[in-house]
């Protein structure tokens, strides 16, 4: 099993770190590894994500898990679970009112081995995601 993730504290609502979480045309203007998403980011939906770490590949994933302003949770990989990388996106909102946020992906399965080498270290690019979202929601 591999795992990344990064974590920051939001001054801004859960809804608005949800709004933008969930505009998939605007990924591109504040995550700076995006290209694009295609695809709606709604429950049980298939999005298409296309990033500037592999900007050839498409990488389609399912929304496996949506609780509005709270979770959001992405799935891809092969069939039958042989290589699975699963995205968490967490809203957890504080007393003081702002939210810490956490994304994560942990990558697992039994060919998890033979791909390990060639997955890229995901540690920046979720670093500046973070960064890029907090940056985003409290711009208003």
Known sequence: MKI????????????????????????PRW????????????????????TKISPNR?????????LPERLMVWRGGMPFGLFTGVRRFVLAPQDNGAVEFTVSEV????LLPLFASSLPDMTQPFADFAAGLKAR????
């Open 31 to 50: 995550d700076p590894w995006a290209i694009k998403i295609e695809g709606a980011i709604v429950a049980n939906a298939t999005i298409t994500t296309y």
């Open 107 to 110: 990558f697992s399965g039994p």
């Open 137 to 140: 929601a409290e711009d208003d």
């Open 58 to 66: 498409a990488f389609p994933v399912k929304v496996t898990e949506f």
């Open 4 to 27: 990344y993730s990064a974590t920051t504290t939001i001054t801004a609502s859960a809804e608005r770190i949800w709004q933008i979480l969930t505009d998939a045309q605007s990924y």
